[in-house]
């Protein structure tokens, strides 16, 4: 999988290879998917939610450029595959999920991978604000879910000189985008490739 999908790809960043060879992903995927744990492809997860296909998975984490010091905020912990990757590669992580059984599961896996930096909230009000206010500043974060725009909640919790990676868009179709956060406060968009992730629900995004 890393080498036919992620570096073949262009995927570069040492640290972010290494922990992708180390996290094993059969453990996030429900059994009747374990046979295509590692294909290049997104899988069903349960609750009408997936895993994202390694490569996008891959380019995310790269785009936010970790050096093993950050606190980052992940927006949708999903099968916590993802998580487990930053955690492998970040000092703290601060992940919120929606969906509760999604959550409970995630926490199972990245505790039997001793992977204890991550706090995990469930957010599952439906329309609450999204972010993790009393944690902010967060050196970086990924959104794991497609959103209308770029929510300012989210820019306002980025630390200067942080990164934002968020696919933003409509709810068939988004573009990834990292936004830079210089010192001095102001925004700057990259966009990268088209993807396709769930929508992201709430008040920063679609109704359910």
């Known amino acids: ?122 957010n599952d009000s439906g329309g609450s604000p999204i972010g993790w206010e009393e944690e902010a500043p967060f050196d970086a974060i990924i959104v794991t879910a497609g959103a209308p725009e770029i929510p300012a909640i989210l820019t306002d919790q980025l630390a200067p000189g942080g990164r934002l990676v968020i696919p933003v868009g409509t709810e068939a179709e988004q573009m990834l985008v990292t936004i830079y956060k210089n010192e001095e406060g102001e925004l700057f968009q990259e966009p990268s490739v088209p993807c396709r992730f769930v929508p992201l629900i709430g008040k920063q995004g679609w109704h359910e």
Do not use: W
């Open 1 to 122: 999988m890393v080498q036919d999908q992620i570096v073949a790809r262009g995927i570069s960043d040492k640290r972010v290879i290494e922990a992708m060879l180390k996290i094993p992903r059969h453990l996030f995927v429900q059994e009747a998917f374990a046979a295509q744990a590692y294909s290049d492809k997104a899988l069903p997860i349960g609750e009408k939610q997936t895993i994202s296909q390694p490569y996008i998975v891959a380019l995310m984490t790269e785009k936010l450029a970790l050096t093993g010091s950050e606190k980052v905020l992940e927006i949708g912990t999903g099968s916590g595959y993802q998580t487990s990757l930053l955690a492998t590669l970040a000092d703290r992580v601060y992940s919120a999920e929606r969906i509760r059984p999604l959550a409970l599961s995630a926490r199972k896996c990245l505790d039997s991978l001793k992977l204890f930096n991550v706090q995990l909230r469930i």
